[in-house]
């Protein structure tokens, strides 16, 4: 029994070990917001998640949100957002370029009249 275990142990490692998909995250902050990139990115695709903090725990909404990633491939605006928890998007790219651990990602986000 035990090297019948030992076998799909092995074998599942050998599996994961031949993937071609490549795991990066990315992190950023500044004075107002903490941000992350979660990415699986293979040969030629990119799917992934941003998710954005107000780091200021003083301010529980904020108005005219604008978030701007990467010079403008991808815009997330919204009226009003909460800030009790994180801001999330998605990103998906097939026969894009891919990213890599030295890749720098533009964020600006404007909230309230500030930048």
Same mark, same amino acid.
């Given at each position: 029994m035990k090297?019948?275990?030992l076998f799909f142990l092995l074998h599942i490692l050998f599996l994961s070990g031949c993937s071609s998909e490549n795991y990066i995250i990315f992190e950023g902050e500044s004075n107002n917001w903490e941000g992350k990139l979660q990415l699986v990115n293979d040969e030629t695709d990119v799917t992934g998640k941003y998710s954005f903090r107000l780091t200021n725990c003083k301010i529980d909404e904020v108005d005219?949100?604008?978030i701007n990633i990467n010079d403008g491939q991808t815009i997330l605006k919204q009226d009003q957002a909460s800030t !009790? !928890? %994180?801001i999330e998007t998605t990103t998906q790219c097939s026969g894009? %370029?891919?990213?890599d651990e030295g890749s720098t990602i533009p964020v600006?986000?404007?909230?309230?009249?500030?930048e």
């Open positions: 090297n019948l275990i005219n949100l604008t !009790k !928890k %994180a894009c %370029a891919t990213f600006t986000i404007s909230w309230n009249n500030k």
